[in-house]
């Protein structure tokens, strides 16, 4: 009932004296706005939070939020209307108060009341120029004086900006060229404004800013009309839609010319160089937004009308170079960094934990950054992006790994960079970088020539460190970059001896006493645990490569000669599923060939499960070299496939077997250090042995043979893994049963070294001949694995086959 | 301020579920009806006690809006928890959890913990997910489940903190290998020993909004 009263009571009152309307109200908060600056006295000290100024924005903006909510159909309604018209310029003297910051603090709050206008509002029409236009002004007016107080709110207002345009990309092209005047009259206040707000603005010349170089043709906003140019205005009719003719809905400009700039990107870009990291990380935000958008135009206008990619690897590269030269390269390979938290993390004093941490993170950081980057970007700049981090970061970091000060940061620093890339793009241009592009001469395999050299120098922290980072390649491994390290060299299947041998070895398969030889095997295998059932289902060939490994150590000086080589083998069957995976892709060949590249152009039957394998190796004499044949072809060839044959008949053999093998500098690299085992640090063996076991899992047959097969026929000065390796056995075999009770040494060291005791590298007094020992029976027992396994592979693969 | 543990979460759902006041409500304890859109990432921080020892948690609230999906992604990797948020009022963003869990998983680390929020639980007249849907969902993903209200402050801070529980559960098994920053977990730089008023169990700490980092 007295609801009732009160609500005819109001309804009297309205008709007496109407509510304002929402745009009455608005204009009302922009006339108090203006009479508080008719009336300012400049030299007043008051603050412009204690002012009321603030509180009439903010109802502006509310009144627009408030509006919005009740237009039908993105329609704009009548206050928005007005900013639009320009008929209540409060974006222009919002512009002004970020120039002047009159009364101290305005500066602040225009900026935070334009990023609240953009994010209130589901369409704050950007595109038209009274409203893009006083927030570029803003912008660049901030530009101007770097490293403001205001920093955090600029780049928020960038930030929101670049939203818009991601959700309409067609908005791009308000922030290039032709919309953009030169910035003289860009920044020039709108004289009525400054007659509203008569606060003489500090001079406006604009400095020397980089972002305006090249000033442009005087008002091109007369002669081009994408954007819909807002004079004799039609353009917001009584209740027009906000969304039909706007920027996005028009065509995108597509043709740019050297002076062209794209505006949003180069703002962006400004703030990278700011001392707080949270700017930093919002304009990173930026330009991930931007580059990833969709539309061919506006990845052109990232990489043809700004530096923004070569400004990026550029930083890497400075970053790189800020890093200290002692820095402790252990620390590198503990870093686990993902750049959106490093802006945290250096906010929190507890994470500088170590010498050079600061400066570590800020390089892998930006690393993650242009990872990231490659990943979400468009295309085009992601071909542009990776060639700049070659050509800006790469090559010049290449100085850095050849200088012998600082080769061995360098080397820990580019084997963690390879190691945590995830963009594919990017580790392609790693690997034919580092591998060289070129066919022949030096300059075919780039730095990787280099680096293979300076293992042999016996600097064994420079050979350690390099060791690990071709790990880091060969795990990384790209088919360019294999097929340079090792595969261009024996493709050609030159490792095999030339016509002699072969006669011997045709003899050898039908001589009677190798038949007892391999009998003999199989007794001492039934007896033997060492294999660990590791055998249980193999056939005579895979015995004898197997047994071959196994037994190159005399039972006398092994460590275990009873352990099985079970987790080996566990190990080597997920690696080479792995592998298997990684290469079903690769242009592979199934089976041994005599080709001259392996990377020729012609097209393989490429599954994974590609192998030679040994035993094939050794059934009944079948010459079969194709040069080049595939799976599918061999399979219906009456099962030639599977026959590999120890004879070559094909017109390659004897040309690229007169030719001496040559093994490349990779190769030759690891069979000597290999045969100096002996005399290097246990760490420099263990890599040098697991890098070897990651080629020998390898799928591909040529390699396969060249690794696993102990039996291969070659000739003498040919280096083969299993002839260094007898080499090195022997040669233990001789020296350590010198070593006083060197059975008990043995068992210690095996105990330390399995301990796992990382107190043990400090300890001085090693015996690193035996300590090669165990790593060489180790090793020894993770190839007979490696062999076994892709055996089995094989088996599983096509039972049918082995059941001649 | 010393923490024997920092762990990093983000919030990820659609937009306008809540993400924001979620985060406002536990590091400011207020509820604030009018917020910007989120545009990028927000951060925020708060120390908590579980069982005795300070626990800070930093937190990453991100923009719902697809616009913004090629930021949340960076985010994924080196978080330990995630605070997944539908909003139980709007049964589209019900439908699109699977879409957030499918980028999760395959961006985040396999260890990540993944709280399931129904938001706006105030608004029951509103409702258009039944407790029971968001329940059921959660089990068959392998989630936490619990349904908030970041305006009444319901169930908040247990969502927080049952995370952060959980993390501390999975450390203690030994499945975080907390020296591995990409975890999102690291170790402070000492224990602090359990404060006098760390009964045990787990509370939020004393850590006012504004004491982080």
């Known amino acids: 009932m007295l609801s009732r009263f009160s609500d005819v009571l109001q309804t009297a009152a309205d008709v007496l004296a109407p509510p304002a309307t929402r745009l009455e109200d608005f204009e009302y908060h922009w006339k108090m706005v203006v009479n508080f600056y008719q009336n300012y006295e400049e030299s007043s000290k008051v603050h412009f939070e204690d002012t009321r100024v603030p509180h009439h924005l903010h109802q502006m903006l509310q009144l627009i939020v408030d509006e919005e909510k009740e237009q039908q159909g993105g329609t704009v309604g009548p206050c928005l209307e007005a900013v639009i018209q320009r008929s209540v310029g409060v974006l222009d003297a919002l512009s002004l108060l970020v120039s002047v910051d009159r009364p101290p603090g305005a500066r602040y709050s225009a900026l935070t009341l334009a990023t609240s206008l953009l994010r209130r509002t589901r369409s704050p029409c950007l595109n038209s120029p009274h409203v893009y236009r006083p927030l570029q002004r803003m912008l660049l007016i901030c530009n101007e004086s770097p490293a403001s107080p205001t920093e955090k709110e600029e780049v928020e207002l960038l930030l929101t900006l670049c939203g818009l345009v991601r959700k309409e990309p067609g908005l791009a092209n308000i922030f290039t060229t032709p919309f953009v005047e030169d910035t003289a009259s860009l920044m020039m206040i709108p004289e009525d404004i400054k007659t509203l707000i008569p606060i003489k603005s500090k001079a406006q010349t604009p400095k020397k800013n980089p972002l305006f170089e090249v000033d442009m043709a005087p008002n091109p906003l007369k002669t081009v009309s994408i954007v819909r140019v807002n004079k004799d205005d039609n353009y917001v009719q009584s209740s027009s839609s906000a969304g039909d003719d706007n920027v996005s809905s028009k065509s995108h400009k597509t043709v740019y010319d050297d002076n062209d700039k794209f505006l949003l990107i180069d703002l962006l870009l400004s703030y990278l160089d700011s001392a707080d990291n949270q700017v930093v990380l919002r304009a990173c935000e930026g330009v991930l937004i931007v580059s990833s958008l969709a539309e061919d135009d506006i990845a052109a206008l990232v990489t043809g009308c700004s530096p923004a990619c070569e400004r990026l690897a550029a930083r890497l590269q400075r970053r790189y170079r800020a890093l200290p030269p002692d820095l402790d390269p252990a620390a590198v390979d503990q870093l686990s960094i993902t750049w959106a938290y490093v802006a945290q993390d250096f906010g929190d004093k507890n994470y500088n934990n170590f010498y050079g941490y600061r400066e570590l993170t800020a390089f892998f950081s930006w690393l993650d950054y242009i990872d990231t980057l490659m990943k979400e970007c468009h295309p085009i700049i992601a071909c542009h992006l990776s060639r700049a981090f070659r050509t800006q970061f790469l090559e010049p970091a290449a100085e850095e790994l050849a200088e012998p000060r600082s080769a061995i940061l360098a080397t820990a620093v580019l084997a963690k960079c390879l190691r945590v890339l995830d963009s594919q793009d990017l580790v392609n241009e790693f690997s034919s970088w580092l591998a060289g592009e070129g066919e022949g001469g030096a300059g075919e395999w780039g730095p990787l020539r280099a680096l293979a050299l300076r293992c042999l120098r016996g600097d064994h922290d420079l050979t350690l460190e390099t060791l690990r980072f071709f790990e880091a390649v060969i795990e990384k491994g790209t088919e360019h970059s294999i097929d340079r390290l090792v595969l261009s060299r024996v493709c050609a299947r030159a490792y095999r001896a030339a016509g002699p041998a072969l006669q011997d070895e045709r003899e050898r398969l039908n001589d009677l006493s190798l038949a007892r030889e391999r009998e003999r095997a199989r007794e001492s295998l039934a007896t033997d645990e060492r294999a660990g059932g590791l055998l249980a289902h193999a056939d005579d060939n895979i015995h004898r490569v197997v047994n071959s490994f196994l037994l190159l150590l005399p039972r006398g000086v092994q460590s275990q000669p009873l352990a099985d080589c079970e987790h080996y083998v566990h190990d080597a069957q997920r690696h080479y599923q792995l592998w298997l995976d990684i290469t079903s892709t690769y242009n592979w060949p199934t089976e041994v060939t005599c080709a001259d590249t392996a990377s020729s152009t012609h097209s393989y039957d490429s599954r994974p499960e590609a192998d030679l394998h040994l035993d094939d190796a050794f059934a009944p004499v079948h010459a079969h070299c194709e040069p080049k044949p595939s799976r599918g072809a061999c399979g219906g060839a009456g099962g030639c496939a599977f026959t590999q044959a120890l004879v070559l008949r094909s017109r390659d053999a004897p040309t690229t077997s007169e030719e001496e093998f040559d093994a490349g500098p990779f190769l030759k690299m690891l069979f000597k250090l290999l045969s100096t085992m002996p005399d290097q640090p246990y760490q420099v063996n263990l890599h040098l042995t697991s890098i070897i076991s990651k080629l020998a899992l390898l799928p591909h047959p040529n390699l396969h043979e060249y690794l696993l097969n102990p039996d291969l026929p070659t000739a003498k000065t040919t280096p083969t893994l299993f002839k260094t390796l007898q080499e090195v056995a022997r040669r233990l075999t001789m020296e350590v049963p010198r070593i006083k009770n060197y059975k008990k040494v043995i068992e210690n060291t095996r105990l330390q070294l399995m301990s796992e005791d990382p107190s043990y590298d400090e300890i001085g007094s090693h015996n690193q001949l035996v300590e090669s020992l165990i790593v060489l029976e180790e090793f020894c027992k993770e190839l007979a694995a490696i062999a076994f396994v892709k055996h089995q592979h094989q088996l599983q693969q096509q039972p049918h086959q082995h059941q001649r | ?213």
């Open chain 2, 1 to 213: 301020m010393a923490y024997a543990y920092l762990f990093k979460y983000i919030i990820i759902g659609d937009t306008g579920v809540g993400k924001s006041c979620l985060l406002l409500q536990f590091t400011d304890k207020r509820f604030q009806p009018v917020h910007d859109l989120t545009i990028g990432v927000e951060f925020g921080a708060r120390m908590i006690t579980i069982d005795g020892k300070q626990i800070k948690l930093q937190i990453w609230d991100t923009a719902g809006q697809e616009a913004f999906r090629s930021i949340t992604r960076s985010y994924y990797r080196g978080a330990a928890g995630a605070l997944l948020v539908y909003d139980i009022t709007r049964r589209d963003t019900f439908n699109h959890l699977t879409t957030w869990l499918e980028d999760a998983r395959q961006h985040s680390n396999s260890n990540m913990v993944i709280m399931l929020i129904g938001n706006k639980s105030d608004l029951e007249s509103r409702r258009e997910v039944k407790k029971e849907e968001g329940e059921a969902f959660a089990r068959e993903h392998g989630l936490v489940f619990m349904e908030t209200s970041a305006k009444t402050a319901a169930n908040v801070e247990e969502a927080f903190i049952n995370t952060a529980k959980e993390i501390y559960e999975k450390i203690q098994e030994g499945v975080f290998d907390i020296n591995n920053e990409a975890n999102g977990i690291k170790i402070g730089p000492q224990h602090s020993n359990a404060g006098a008023g760390g009964a045990g169990g787990a509370g939020a700490g004393g850590a006012p909004p504004g004491g982080c980092c």
